[in-house]
């Protein structure tokens, strides 16, 4: 019953920034890791950044310094902010949760809905 609700994305020329918002509804859970997947034309989809329950945050090596993954417990939101993008970039950005839901001892793996980011000039 969860539902994880993206919003952002668009186009964006090279050296733009954009924001995208995943937002978590419809049911109680406990967080293992939450993160963003991203899959260009043609390319592997690839984990972009995550954050663990305890914090932890992890990027590919290629978006470092320029992308900032955050979340805001009180809300169930995760955001990506994403600054310098570049043409390489263009994918759709999808949001990912593995979470435990209150009463079950197992995990349960989540996708939102993907999103368009262009990045061209």
């Known amino acids: 019953q969860l539902q994880l609700l993206v919003s952002g994305g668009g186009f964006v020329q090279p050296g733009g920034s954009l924001s995208l918002s995943c937002a978590a509804s419809g049911s109680i859970f406990t967080v293992n890791t939450i993160g963003w997947y991203r899959q260009a034309p043609g390319k592997q989809r690839e984990l972009v950044a995550q954050?663990?329950?305890?914090?932890?945050?992890n990027y590919v090596n290629s978006v470092k310094g320029r992308f900032t993954i955050s979340r805001d417990n009180a809300k169930n939101t995760m955001y990506l902010q994403m600054n310098s993008l570049q043409p390489e970039e263009t994918a759709v950005y999808s949001c990912?949760?593995?979470?435990?839901?209150?009463?079950?001892?197992?995990?349960?793996?989540?996708w939102g809905q993907g999103t368009q980011v262009t990045v061209s000039s």
């Open positions: 990912n949760a593995d979470i435990n839901p209150i009463g079950l001892s197992f995990s349960i793996i989540y």
């Open positions: 954050i663990s329950s305890g914090g932890t945050i």
